[in-house]
């Protein structure tokens, strides 16, 4: 005789149930020598680091100006310093498109070959 079955409400409160506590236990850290993460409750002490929310951007309300930290000003010149240092360069660096080559090599071989006039030579 094959075995009776719980009835369906109860497998489904041991289902639930079962899959709570695996959801609440520590999954196995088989490869892993660093410590499991904490869990949500050491992070709801009274010393957390989190700022709730105030609603104002940045959290700084209208007409309050806002404190600049020690590395803003250090930031902004070496970004915007290294942004201009890189368009100069790139505005001076050498042409050396294939274009370029070909064309001045094109020159160089006519006016090799006397079908176009050598610019340097005047009269």
Do not use: C
């Not at 009274?46 to 929310?53: A, F, G, I, Q, R």
């Amino acid at each position: 005789m094959p075995p009776s079955l719980p009835p369906l409400t109860t497998r489904l409160l041991t289902t639930s149930t079962h899959r709570t506590l695996l959801r609440n236990s520590q999954p196995p850290r088989p490869f892993s020598t660093s410590a499991p993460h904490l869990s949500e409750d050491a992070h709801s002490s009274s010393s957390s680091h989190y700022d709730p929310p105030s609603g104002w951007l940045w959290g700084v309300p209208p007409g309050e100006k806002k404190e600049k930290e020690g590395w803003e000003g250090m930031w902004v010149y070496g970004m915007y310093g290294s942004l201009l240092v890189g368009v100069v360069a790139y505005a001076y660096k050498p042409d050396s498109s294939i274009q370029t080559w070909a064309l001045e090599e094109a020159r160089r071989r006519l006016e090799a070959e006397g079908i176009l006039p050598d610019p340097s030579a005047k009269g």
